[in-house]
């Protein structure tokens, strides 16, 4: 039993001796009793902002689920059928998953799909960044090739079925950049910087993006990469930049399969 | 399993879970529940000696243990852990039922942030059982395929050099197949390297920043299972147990790291 030493003035709690506030309602003891002891609005204030995290986090959790499951299903219906159609149905199916959700946030991506004055110098540094960034990458995939790591053509189906080249860009290159973008530097970007700070959120996106390539061993690849269009999406503020450096590296990949 | 809460300064139930689930609950020190006597199922409710009402509720997970709590007046009580109590901000040592630390008036965890903190715990932990199950199953599942590897390439080297074969939707020459046998067993502990990798990373992660590497973690198991479901759909049903039990604890974990950063924004 520990040794009472008087009573709080506040809540009447017995306290024990040596303490400067009062173990029960936090009370600074000596003090005039406060108003409204604290702890109870703390309480409900964490209780709200968790409903509200909450709700964020099922829905990046619920974008990033259907976006899995489509490819799953486009994985399991490519075994069987090699043709391209698996490819361009995924694509229109998560090009539709990824407009729903932002459509239920347009009001808060709005400001992505602003161009900002970022200046010239800044703009340029970017632009360059992202050429090395490119030509980095291209000299990491190479590498691994050499290393005799094979990895599966994006071409190859469209090739065998005879669709014309622009078929490829604009299925593998350019609507993956488009929706991409829009899915992690947008929505789910913006909703992770709503519960965590800005880089967390940042690496977080990056994660998300990289793993749901659906191979392990792109994951360190594709999550630079994803640092990389995040970190675009947060320097320019817009989302502008990413798609068109996404784009470009898509083009590259098609552009390469095709020419080899 | 015996199990302590300190509700106040006069106040300290004990429970005490024998063998064959027999249950004796005392109030200091006088016994108010045994199921020998009682013979009840459910929750056990009881009166405190100064009229509040208390209940002690038994329930079973779909994960762990049984979750074990005392409820007074339906307000959630700490149970009294082994070693003491201490502040988070000043260290020192604080009774359960203390809502702020006498010395620097620091609000002290709930009981429910405890048990956020035990999810978390549990999640973090399933990250590092995860980073091993990844690095033993790699090396292991390495000495497997190599050995079939082995033996597919003893076979091929009587191929004829112009030969071709079918493998699932593709053909490929013998050199082509060499090449891809050649590195299927690297491909498996590269693959499972850099999984372990990416959990150690996380589980290191975690114990700063718990809710984003938990988040993660869960992802990257997620799309593992889903990865291997596609390459070969038999995979889907192996090891299902230990999949839902995995996935349970990190989701757990998920909710109650961001439980525990809105109770202490």
Redesign the interface.
Known sequence: ??E?AGQCPACLR???A?????????Q?LGAAPAAAP??GG??S???A??AE??GE?KGVLWL?GLL?AT??VA??VS?TD?SPWPSVVVTAVDAAIVLVAAGLRRRRLVFLFKVHAIGARRALELAAASLLFLVAMSGYFAVLKNL???FSSATESFARAGWPAWTMIVTISVLPALFEELAFRGVIQSSLER??NAR?AW??QA??FS??H????V??SHFLMGLWFGHLRMRSRSIYPGMLVHGAWNAFVVLEELAG | MEKTWEIDAANTVKARFGAFGRKLVTVNGTEVHDTRKAGKKGGIAFPLPDGRRAAISVKGQLVGGPEIDLRVDGGLVVETPKAPIRCAACDTAAKPYDRFCGKCGQAMPTAEDYRAKKYVRHATGAIKWLAVLFLAFGVLMYFVTKGQADAALVKLQGAEPGASYTVGDETLGVEELRARLEWEPKGVLVVNLILAAIMAVLAWWGRRAPLPAVLIATAVYVVVIVFNAIADPATIGQGVIMKIIIIAFLAKGIKAALALRAANA
């Open positions: 039993m520990p009472a017995g306290i024990r040596g303490t400067r506030f009062c173990p029960g309602c936090g600074t604290p702890g703390a309480r204030a964490a209780a902002q968790f995290h909450w986090l990033f899995l490819s799953f994985g399991l075994r090699s005799g790591v094979p519960i965590f967390d690496l977080i994660a998300l793993v749901l659906l191979s392990p061993l994951f360190p």
